[in-house]
């Protein structure tokens, strides 16, 4: 294949030669099986960090419009799910992360369901997109480790039976010295058989929470150093000044990528105060000009937690724009927050637009950053490992044969 007319994000215009699954040649290049990329923005594939595809496609409306409240929401909602329910609600989701152009999703998945039947779901969902997505399930222990007698052992069991890393989520714990256990428990699974550790930490407005400190030193005291993610982290936006400066270098130390749901948390948070009220986003350039790895997630679509999402990681880095005030240069730099970024958390080592890379490429309709930026539209091409997997958002190479996406689940 040739992607003639390309053009990259330092403003070159150049072919690009793919042979079998490889980027072989960047420039001059000759080649059969053209596309045309009409001089657009040629760019390499998004991540999604952080996402719950068990409770995709839930909708149920949460009054307060809190986490809290979604909570308990999905505790009723989960008990009535059925496995065939979660399937097929999340296979619609990642059709449209797949069409919007996301290749590589970290998922949740609830393991205090103790059935684990939302694990089934999403390990079929997994084995079903191998071909066209890379689809990691994080045991994630909704309600707390040790809210529940058994919960422990459930999780550890969720990851005997093929969860990719080990969840936890400290500031759902009764007490600070369960949070902290539950911390040390995590890391005691992640060990015993060798995951990484992706947790849901200081999801709140409550700057007392604290517990990106304790997961940085265990991912230090354990050697784990770029095993671990902090998914949300809001509480940071809360911290003072003078704590943020101590602890986030130590954070960068440690390896820790922190990943921001800037959609979700822009609706959950500041729910209890009245105006001005404060933005649930870990400030995102702070983190980074302390050394910080930061990725962004989508988390959520039409669940008790967001009732919008449409599965475009451009959404979701639009949002952080906004919240954190990326302007200038950092806008331009900003697309490492949904790419380069989560590649290095991933440790993707053949990522990007380069000679010998695997040929995973996106074939935009933006002539620059702006405007992929301001129309997010979806990609015309998604090319995975050297063959078109969607066209334009709306058609998808499933299972073999092409199909239309659709927005919701057929029977929604
Ligand atoms: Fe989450």
Known sequence: MLIKNA?????????IKIEGEKITCIGKCTGDDVIDAEKKLVIPPYFN????????????????????????IWQEIRSKLTEEEVYRNATTAVKLMVAYGTLWIRTHVDVTEKSLKLLRAIKRVKEDFKEIADIQITAFPQDGIYADKGNDEVLRKAVEEGADNVGLIPHNEITREDGVKSIKFAFEVAKEYNKDVDGHIDETDDPNSRFLEVLARETINNSWEWRVTAGHVTAMHSWDPAYRFRILPV???????????????????????????????????????????????????????????????????????????????????SLDLITYNSAKAWRLKDYGIKEGAEANILITEAEDMIDLLRFMDPPRFVIRKGKVIAKNGKMIFYKGKWEEVKRKPISY
């Not at 960090?49 to 909570?71: C, P, R, Y």
């Not at 669940?303 to 449409?310: F, I, R, T, V």
């Open 49 to 72: 960090m952080h996402f719950h595809l068990d409770s995709a496609f839930t909708q149920v409306k949460n009054k307060s419009g809190t986490l809290w409240e979604g909570i308990r």
């Open 251 to 333: 954070v960068a130390k440690a390896g820790i990528t922190v990943v921001p749901n800037p959609l979700i948390n822009a609706v959950l948070q500041g729910r209890l105060e009245g105006y001005p009220k404060r933005r649930g986003n870990a400030p995102i350039k702070e983190m980074i000009s302390s050394g910080v790895n930061v990725a962004l997630g989508h988390d959520c679509i039409m669940d008790p937690w967001y009732p919008l999402g449409a599965g475009n990681m451009l959404q979701v880095l639009f949002m952080a724009i906004h919240l954190d005030q990326l302007t200038g240069d950092e806008i331009y730099n």
């Open 7 to 15: 053009k990259l994000l330092d403003g070159r215009i150049v072919n």
